[in-house]
């Protein structure tokens, strides 16, 4: 396995979804920093199980404990490991499902990895619950990054056939908590909520698209050519369980474009280059050009579906149906929309230290 | 800059579109392989200026050098330095466009990034030039990865709204080499050129996408959490001038499934377990589950189009207008399918090798 | 900061003196490994202060707590993070030192590097209490590689200006734990302890040598040029607080020779090809040769020292004196011998599996 | 193999004895710096053999070649790929050798490790050679850390039992390229001289120290835990062939002070804290406390000698002798003192980078 991220802001993620904890440890955040703690409750509280009914009904207070690397309520320097505990553990019905792999889930893939000694508890290492190690390394990158006037934020783009007309940031910023669904516009909300529902009904579940901004990073961040912040915000994504697909600006519409349609010509607004258009979601070459850095990120429905399914079981070869019984969200989407945010921050933050943007704050002299 | 890329099978590149020289050199390339120097030819003669009349005139033979690692026609375990010389320089018209940056290009972001010290002629180390180091390293590992049974193979899949039928892997084999937009589909590749080459009348350009397979790929590939399949294949092909989104299986389509349809139910062939459908692309949980990994690619219109465009002057801050000269390819993506597969070559040898897939050769005894 | 090493046995640690616990995270452990934790907890204890009259009197029990990565007994795959508490904590003291560093300790380059800002109670991240994450990892590290045979085993050699007489392998193992000094030759040990105590009487410390041998290492692990053997162990050996010197094979004393003496003649014993001598300590160009590995690691004196000293207000730069109160250990060398196998173990582990001879064990079919 | 090294400052090397050229790629080399060639010549030119009677005879012009990365005589951001030509290549005598390890050389264990596929010749990559491309990525690295004041120096301080009196700054920058050993006192590089002669006439060779410092290293560089600057500086030292001992300030005299003696009490010159002694050798905790930085790197003698050794026929089994008939130095400290140097700036130029001290070069405005 691979736990680590990142290459200055870095961090490396550990637990299983039936084990004591989840948890990470930040290496690389630079001193000085003020720690909002309460703020990453709230991040958490935002991916948590059980906020509304639309979700798993698996019970989690996910309360954020700080083991490491914060001193008077500042960071040191030293690496910051933080953890929730797992208290709502029911690992009963996985022993039924051990030799019978559920479609969509990493089961099977697991057992081939890892030559059936992972814990196959309700995910394990694989488990959505991991999601919530990378809320807290993001929820913190975010503090960090604000410190230098970066915002991130994400909502839901789509669920279903349902799309979001494109919000303004005000919009985003005023109505993305305001509905179960984390969608801007109340209208789509609430046709999205209708569609989960009936996809619950069904025994099914649903996918959806999250769009994520940040605004106001500075021109001339990213480390070309490999270290690019598509690439290195790509695979940071695609560590999100369930999701299959990341585009920047225009993202697969740029397909059937031509260049004169395509290209986002400079202009100049209060003395700062910028573009008119932003289909390159603010990105060339890999580098930030100062306009917001727009990606979209597909998630799959939610592979746990309470309906009959086919598969096999892995000792005897034979095909088999198999009924999945636990507490599964119909749509992860939602709740996906602070990872998205989240891993979106550290990605930014890890490229600001890197291009020397965000410092260490050296303490008052007294 | 971040020049180099990979764990195992690593590799940095070098040099600049008028520079001396492009170049790459391997680490970790286990000893003992045979290498075909001219399939390494023919695949940077696939990725080659000039090939066919959609592409840009610039006349280069790109004859691959081999520095060192390579002894006897093996490989011996240290690093492999190949380059390719830069002969048809013609970096005079660059000059003029010093300090007016070119939309689509990263002549403002590289400006931004590297205090203005880049070398900016012809797009300096940020031209697509760069990927015929790119395609060296993929080469070999194409070669190394078939050692073990593993094919590459990607298509052009759509140029503009122009859509290729989904071929089967006979048809990609036999007929994606036989004409110049590389689509297996000799009608839609028909339609592909007559797109191309009506963008070129109108000076214009126009976008694409190419689809990426891996065949044979055994179970149990890769390393989550992090470095998963397709968040390494993603960073990897964003390195990839023009590329803005990358998906796996049915990609930005799971959005609108339910997940009674986009589970991939499991079943057994020929003694091995796998999978009826393939929406997942052959990777679940960032492993590989023994189906052929299929990514599709976005590439945005070739920026460099002969019409006026809107520009600032990045010394002066003011708008005016430029006029690109260059040579230019109309459309990147069919000379854009051997950089894809290689990139993809690349990120497989280097999980097939951590996971032990891939290994050294040990010398016959005498 | 930087708190992971190794490059596929990796791990990552974090905690402080006087927080909550200290902790290491280890990432790329194969699976299907069975974990003794009484081993574990046993090497723990072999560090553990107030294991004898001559070590600090700081009492902590040292418990290993096992979070994630071990199930049923066998590691998983997933990341093992693994932590002891911190009980005995008495931070009153560190206040009124907390702007006159002492001398030989980190307090004035922790103060210019991290701003003001970093956790000073007891030297916070820079304690040498920050060794027991490393005893954990590499206790874990022992168990693997003694999987394929390789055994790792430290002394005290030197401890001041008296010298243990070079030991054998059985003595090695027969005697050095059965002194508190860790001298496998029990008249040198008493020598020692002497040392230790006239130190302790005259209110002052002492330094020593430790030395290390790895035995049963397979040929040809290693990867140069620059992750040799040597410089990953030195690497990790200069981690350890107070090492300033580490030597291989008969290190210092090469430079006194000639080539004709200081040349391991080969042989063949068994069938196998071998040396005569061993001046090289087992490795040339940097990887193994199959014969013992070993190092000579010196550790300075012990930095407090119950005697006033001199040094600076770091805020008012005058110079004052200090006299330091803490409870320390007048010789930290019996104690450092399970941290020097530590990290030669896990170097080691981390080359073994880079080179292929440590594996995944796969799961018995039932 | 593993051939690339560092954080920030990082740099690839490749190229064997034989083959067309040893070569770098230097990545992540600030922007807006201007280059010296000639200085880089001349720090080769110190390597170079054939620079005295006391080298090999081996005649290499050894002329750099800037490949990429320089614009206008000043970095560009881009990688850096620097090589010199091979070209006094007599690779006949290597066949007779090819299965009789060279005892103290990399033959044998280069078998084990590439399974026979090395490329023998001349050591292949396992030559001193390869240390040219050490010198070019730290001939340019000194010239980065001279814009911020930081000098290195290195010198011979020890050649057999002969050591070299404790030389002033002032004297290691007047002297040491006075005479061919590289030692400031004229009198000891008399002596010195003649004992590499005695052994050169006795068909032997004779081992050695090179001490390094550099100076004006402000307080607060290092990456502590595991990115110290102890462990970073003998991780790039242990790269250097021959060398088997890294000791820092003290070292090994280290293990036989006590605390009292060995602590550097701290004082106040010129309004800026330092330390009375240096024993720590600049360093503490892995971090610079603003004295110089002093590290002693011991040499092995060289392993070729002009006798008859007895070694192993790799094939066979059999024990035989050889005689080994190539252009060797009798003693390679004096042509390793560059090297040892180079070594030193790189890493010191990456933990300047890291902690944020040398930064890019903004272009004037025009």
Known sequence: MSNTIGNTYRFTTFGESHGVCVGVVIDGCPAGHKVDLNHIQSELDRRRPGQSNLTTTRNEPDKVEVISGIFNGVTTGAPICMVIRNKDRNSSKYETLRWTPRPGHADYTAEARYGGHQDYRGGGRFSGRNTAALVMAGALAKQIIASVGVQVMGYTAQIGDIQAPEPTVEEIKEHTESNPVRCPDQETAEKMIQAIEEAKIDSDSIGGKVKCL????????????????????????????????????????????????????????????????????????????GMPITCTVTFKPTPSIAQPQTTVNMKTLEETTINIHGRHDPCIVPRAVPVVESMTAAVLLDHLLRSGHVKQVMEEQK
Chains 1, 2, 3, 4 share one sequence.
């Open 214 to 289: 940040a605004l106001y990073i500075p021109p001339g961040v990213g480390q070309p050519v490999f270290d690019t912040l598509e690439g290195d915000l790509a695979k940071a994504l695609f560590s999100v369980p369930a999701v299959k697909a990341v585009e920047f600006g225009a993202g697969v519409l740029l397909a059937s474009m031509r260049g004169s349609e395509s290209n986002d010509p400079f202009n100049v607004k209060d003395g700062k280059i910028g573009t008119e258009s932003n289909n390159s979601g603010g990105i060339q070459g890999g580098i930030s050009n």
